[in-house]
């Protein structure tokens, strides 16, 4: 594996204009989107110090190795080995196995995007010879069938997971190819998805996967490689969803399903529940395939699989149109930001035991399940929801769970995972590593990939989603390139300066996202509110002279202007201690209060508390808190200090900490939601 | 051009069998629908006798000749020789003069398949090899652009009509193919839609041609090859309608369109209505392209490109699933059926001067445009609704607009053509030509089609949704070969006799359509209505006894039973007169009447009313009709004879024939709704 020069962070640092000329030389199709925003991806990207920076280098020195030691260990890679013959002990794990293995070399390689690392490099050329070296001469790769039979490869489409593992390989390998321009991986995943579209589509066979993913892989790889077909194959596996594929191909309806068999006679309490669960399961639409998507308006089922699914969605739209997809989107929307999401971001209750969305605000806090996996979908989502329409309030949603319900799945340390993330604990500490592997390696994954969400750009504008000390290099449609130096110490201070460097003078939109957050609301719905919703106002200044703060109806303040070398813009958000309430509606929040700061969720932890009885640690009906930063504590943070009433009622100072840091110290209890004084 | 063994009519007769092998034997793909009925195609069933054996005859000696003279002598070939240098003269016609030359090719391909004729696949084959010899190194073929510039050939697809050449091309090259077995003119098409495939699609070009049809013909030649590219192909262009394809890809916005701009200063009348009209044809939807399709729930703008987009978009769901596409046709049938059709099956009025619809219930008898095509084009979707949903009422509005609204299209010597199909006139004659030929060659390909409408298959179902003298060899999905054989005198008479020969004796429901005519309504809506609802008894019997005649809700009676060879079905359909009267919101049949008999609606001709003032004739209060057979009138039809009133008020005796007999004497007025004496 070598790097591609383009790709090397010095060089793109020292030169302006590397991206821009290796994009002419690069050979890799980059399809532009039919509408909407231009993705800016995290290789443009350079995250240093403020927050990310420390972050992304422990990711790099601990998570990396950590992972890919962990899943070797564990049999990931034998499991190739064992397909071509070269190792003879058992198979490991489970049929989606290959998967985690897929999403960890993919965290890799966005990584090695940013520090170079020979052993590293090394290390993935390694695992991927080995597995590519599994390939069968038809395309099909992987481990679990090429060892347990290949005439049942295709076999249970909805419980197997083949696309699931096949997806999170294209992404893999999409990203290999970006990092190195060498096509050995980028081909095998063509072959892969080459014998799927000869296997599956119209006249072909009808089918759909029972774990959404492989459907936006197909958008990756169609974007990398210019094929339509892979495109058209996603919007097949899309528009498939909702109909029932056995000997006749009609659309499944909940009425004649085949509903198992409610046990008789003597049943126990555990055969009525598995009962009661699977029938759930079929009528709640776990893989969200009880309709066809354009018909699906509620968020039900497993929320990782939504995630992944209204993610490809919204790509679908951005890439091909899809009529009817953006109706489903709006709703779907509406219904997890208005209904069904915690304060955290965090998606999924336990409510049907399903890792799925429960009823509307039903959003218990001890069995909220907030997978770490569907946060990342959750951002995944509006990620591509923001690219598609350009407006703040999906990266308002995107930010608050990134920094909260997304961040708190992995330790400060960078080698913990919690799988779940409750917002109420009696105490729990994460894993160092999880056999059933998808929240670590995608934990893995994704806080490399943090970059790619900070800018996005149009014909002619600069869009600032978030805000995070780097620099990048963008190139706008009308062929300007732009440089962008972010420096903040957000989300602990709300004051940026950012200083605009285009390669030439030039006419273009630079858009400031305005946080919900500090105009008042802490998302864009009526679930969650601020107890005092004046916000204080915001500070903008350009080259030292104040500027009117009027954000469009987008969200965004568009400063507009002849941007030259030089340009400097300072926004100042100001960061006050809001005590937030849930919608009425929300019963497990009834009588309590959550604090925020910025976009972060604070919550207590035990170990703040000692000689409390913390149970009935609750805050009195005047709270006041403020922030004080605190650089040595969990790896630097800033804390709210205040007053709270011990046993319900002896005064005691209070100390918050941000939700993310959670259980990075002793074993202890933590709660987001305290209880107030009337 | 030979023809392939399996489709000699004589061998086909000859042997029971044959098809089923020839099927096996032939490397065409014919690829199954993903839901709804298999087609029986006009291939499988030889009409002969009865009304429709005459009609093929004719078609066959005299129409398909004759329009290929006209097409010749108009230059539509010669067209081709010059895009190839070996013609010198002046480029003929238009930008869609192809079209029509292989629509003609089309129908002399199909009649083919019944009659041979040396001479004619003679001239066929020389004509095919011209137009073949034009085609272009990259596939693409219109003689138009060829010769006016190749630079332009894609250029403004919303006026100029090149992908409804290719459709005409493509759907021409699918039965040369199925009628000779060869594949020259076939993988024409195919490198014209892989041209097509290489430049439009996701990620390629966004555009749609402003005129539907490429879209059911590349579904046809999916079909014929197996190549799901086309497939995606046809959805993709049936997705992109109702978007605008610029320098930005968003969805059609009415308030934001460019109007034309709005004369100004001293504005002649005829200015005036120019821009009225530009106006409202933007405004209506001429080209069913203001919104998505899945959106579109009322029929607006031009007809015969309604009905293709319709027929298109029933295909698909049948074809590829197509999610949203269903509820879309559900309203927009409701809405052609029960709002905007005339008596004759007939769609669009004159009222926005688009060739298209117009306000529902509005519904003027002079001023009806009825195009031919357009009826041919409401067959052709009614046919293929009827295959997604196996629904009688379907085939009920399909044989209505064959009988009436097409029908009149045509002379019964064969050569002359109606463009427009009012249902009052002063007089007029069919041309024996028409310049801008889409209506001639249209008709002269549509009738011999008209075999592939009689039956349609289930997996253990026989279909019959016409009754019409012949026979027929069905292959079930389960492989059980059957001959059926009509014997029938329908329309004239509604006894029919059904002799069921399998292959060998087998289970199947033989489904016999009750025609709603047969059960006291006219039309699947409400939009017409029998004065007198009650239908005589129908009378069903197999091998000579009697049995219940119980339409399921499908509207098809299931005869369930174990055939044998010898089985004889015969049904009886009376065939009362019946006065009917229109919806009261239709103003313009306000106090009218008129005569259906059947499937035929009647009309009155001045010829049969000498010395009578005819605008004048209206019919008594309680007026009386009888069946009168003539052998010897107009190619052979039943009169109706009755009772009216000469000067509004001196009892004459009445004469009705068949509306799609009128002009086929001399000269005179003509006309279906009859003003009635209160």
Redesign the interface.
């Known amino acids: 594996m070598k790097m591609k020069s383009r790709l090397n962070p010095h060089a793109m640092t020292r030169n302006l204009f590397a991206l821009g000329l290796c994009l002419v030389l690069g050979a890799r199709a980059d399809?532009p989107p039919?509408?909407g925003l231009q993705e800016v991806n995290q290789a443009q990207v350079e995250l240093r110090g403020g927050f990310w920076g420390p972050r992304l280098k422990t990711q790099s020195a601990v998570t990396i190795p950590h992972a890919l030691d962990c899943l070797e260990a564990d049999g990931h890679v034998t499991n190739f080995d064992k397909a071509t013959g070269k190792f003879v002990g058992p198979l490991k794990g489970h049929h989606a196995f290959d998967s985690d293995l897929h999403k960890a070399l993919e965290g890799a390689l966005y990584s090695l995007q940013h520090f170079d690392d020979p052993k590293l490099r090394q290390r993935v050329d390694g695992i991927l010879d080995r597995i590519l070296a599994a390939q069968q001469p038809d395309g099909f790769l992987i481990s679990y069938w090429i060892d347990q039979g290949l005439d049942k490869k295709w076999d249970d489409l909805r419980l197997e997971h083949q696309m699931y593992n096949a997806g999170h390989f294209f992404e893999m390998a999409v990203e290999h190819n970006r990092l190195t321009g060498e096509t050995n991986v980028l081909n095998a995943a063509r072959r892969f998805a080459d014998h799927m579209d000869g296997i599956f589509?119209?006249?072909?066979r009808?089918d759909v996967d029972g774990h959404e993913e492989v459907e936006l892989a197909l958008v990756k790889l169609?974007r990398a490689t210019?094929e339509?077909?892979y495109?058209?194959l996603a919007r097949f596996f899309l528009?498939?969803r909702?109909?029932v594929h056995g000997t006749?191909?009609?659309l499944f309806d909940p009425k004649t399903a085949v509903m198992p068999v409610k046990p008789e006679g003597k049943v126990t309490q555990e055969q009525q529940r598995e009962f009661w669960h699977a029938r759930l399961r079929l009528r709640n639409g776990r893989m969200q395939d009880h309709k066809?998507?354009?018909?699906q308006h509620r968020a039900v089922g497993h929320a990782v699989r939504a995630g992944y699914l209204y993610s490809a969605m919204a790509d679908m739209v951005r890439?091909?149109?899809?009529?009817?997809y953006e109706p489903a989107l709006d709703d779907l929307w509406s219904d997890v930001v208005g209904r069904k999401m915690y304060l955290t971001g965090g998606i999924g209750t336990g409510q049907y035991d399903d890792e799925g969305f429960g009823d509307p605000y039903l959003l218990p806090n001890d069995s909220a399940y907030c997978e770490s996996c569907a946060a990342i979908a959750n951002v995944l989502w509006q990620h591509r929801m923001n690219l598609l329409k350009g407006q703040s309030r999906y990266a308002d949603v995107m930010e608050l769970t990134l920094y909260n319900g997304l961040l708190a799945g992995i330790s400060i340390a960078g080698n913990g995972f919690f799988y779940e993330n409750p917002l109420v604990s009696d105490g729990n500490l994460r894993s160092s590593w999880i056999g059933l592997a998808c929240c670590p390696s995608n934990l893995e994954r994704i806080l490399p990939q943090v970059g790619g969400l900070v800018y996005s750009c149009g014909p002619q504008q600069v869009y600032v989603n978030l805000y995070a000390a780097g620099e990048a290099t963008l190139k706008l449609d009308k062929g300007a390139v732009v440089k962008i130096a972010q420096t903040t110490d957000y989300p602990w201070d709300g004051r940026i300066q950012l200083a605009v460097t285009p390669e030439q003078a030039s006419k273009f939109d630079l858009c400031l996202r305005i946080p919900g957050w500090a105009l008042g609301h802490p998302v864009p719905s009526d679930l969650y509110r601020f107890a005092d919703s004046k916000a204080p106002a915001i500070g903008l200044k350009i080259n030292g002279r104040k500027t009117a703060v009027s954000p469009r109806a987008d969200g965004y303040v568009h400063l507009q202007r002849r941007w030259k070398a030089g340009d400097v813009v300072e926004l100042n958000l100001p960061m006050p201690v809001q005590i937030v309430h849930a919608h009425e509606q929300v019963l497990a929040d009834k009588g309590k209060v959550a604090l925020m700061r910025g976009p972060l969720v604070y919550c207590i932890e035990a170990a703040d508390y000692p000689g409390v009885d913390f149970p009935r640690l609750i805050l009195p009906s005047k709270a006041s808190f403020h922030a004080v930063p605190q650089p040595g504590l969990l790896g630097g943070v800033t804390v709210l200090e205040g007053n709270a009433l011990a046993d319900s009622q002896h005064p005691v100072k209070a100390t918050a900490i941000p939700y993310y840091a959670w259980a990075n110290r002793e074993k202890g209890a933590m709660k987001v939601w305290i209880d107030q004084a009337p």
Do not use: I, Q, S, T
């Not at 589509?201 to 072909?204: A, I, L, N, Q, V």
């Not at 066809?292 to 018909?295: A, K, N, S």
């Open positions: 399809m039919l509408r589509g119209p006249g072909r009808y169609y210019g339509p077909r495109l058209n528009d498939e909702g109909y006749e191909h009609k066809p998507v354009v018909d890439f091909m149109g899809a009529p009817g």
